[in-house]
Nanobody, 121 residues
Framework: QVPVVESGGGLVQPGGSLRLTCRTSITVFALKAMGWYRQAPGKQRELVVTITTDGQTNYADSVKGRFTISRDNAKTTTYPQMNNLKPEDTAVYYC???????????????WGQGTQVSVSS
């Protein structure tokens, strides 16, 4: 079972919307946060949004007011709703899960394989 799996990318016109999905098989009792990051060609990977297990969110300034993250009741699936998409949102979007492991517990994280989002007319 793959620990983190993204889906929902695609091609959309400027001003359009997409909803991504990230599912993790990591138990919620070990999970600290889930996040979305993106990487455009020739650029570094950057934060899009994170959500902790207690519901705290952190959005990149570039997506505030356009993107909204939600999750399922189990807190192991997140859904970033991306509205009013712009060409500069074009990137591979990666899901990340941050979790506690080992004794004494230490933080680790794992990435999904990424999903392409392309915004173009």
């Amino acid at each position: 079972q793959v620990p983190v799996v993204e889906s929902g990318g695609g091609l959309v016109q400027p001003g359009g919307s997409l909803r991504l999905t990230c599912r993790t098989s990591i138990t919620v009792f070990a999970l600290k946060a889930m996040g979305w990051y993106r990487q455009a060609p020739g650029k570094q990977r950057e934060l899009v949004v994170t959500i902790t297990t207690d519901g705290q969110t952190n959005y990149a300034d570039s997506v505030k007011g356009r993107f909204t993250i939600s999750r399922d009741n189990a807190k192991t699936t997140t859904y970033p709703q991306m509205n009013n998409l712009k060409p500069e949102d074009t990137a591979v979007y990666y899901c990340n899960a941050e979790y506690y492991t080992g004794l004494p517990p230490r933080l680790d994280n794992i990435w999904g394989q990424g999903t392409q989002v392309s915004v173009s007319s």
